[in-house]
């Protein structure tokens, strides 16, 4: 089974940037398109970003695109978000998994943009 780790969190101005990073060990993950989520206080998880399985092709909610480019990296098994111009309603966990959600969520990493 495939563990994920997400990292790279953390708090940031408004107007700041964060590159987000998940590691993931065990299976073979670079046959998925990943994707990262967004889980909001209060709100439903939600897909923001995701990239197709060699990377080719990358899709973005429209909150979020302009300001969030998603990367991977197959053969070091890692996917990127990185992130400008947040916004307070930036604010959430961040969790990466499959575009279908075929893996065990890891713990998230927390971005709080606040001034």
């Known amino acids: 089974q495939v563990q994920l780790v997400e990292s790279g969190g953390g708090l940031v101005q408004p107007g700041g940037s964060l590159r987000l990073s998940c590691q993931a060990s065990?299976?073979?993950?670079?046959?998925?398109?990943m994707a990262w989520y967004q889980q909001a206080p209060g709100k439903q998880r939600e897909l923001v970003a995701s990239?197709?399985?060699?990377?080719?092709?990358?899709s973005y909610a429209d909150s979020v695109k302009g300001r969030f480019t998603i990367s991977r990296v197959n053969a070091a098994n890692r996917v990127y978000l990185q992130m400008i111009n947040l916004k307070p309603d930036d604010t959430a966990i961040y969790y990466c998994?499959?575009?279908?959600?075929?893996?065990?969520w890891g713990q998230g990493t927390q971005v709080t943009v606040s001034s």
């Open positions: 990239i197709a399985a060699d990377g080719a092709s990358t």
């Open positions: 065990g299976g073979t993950f670079r046959r998925y398109r």
């Open positions: 998994n499959t575009a279908l959600s075929s893996f065990s």
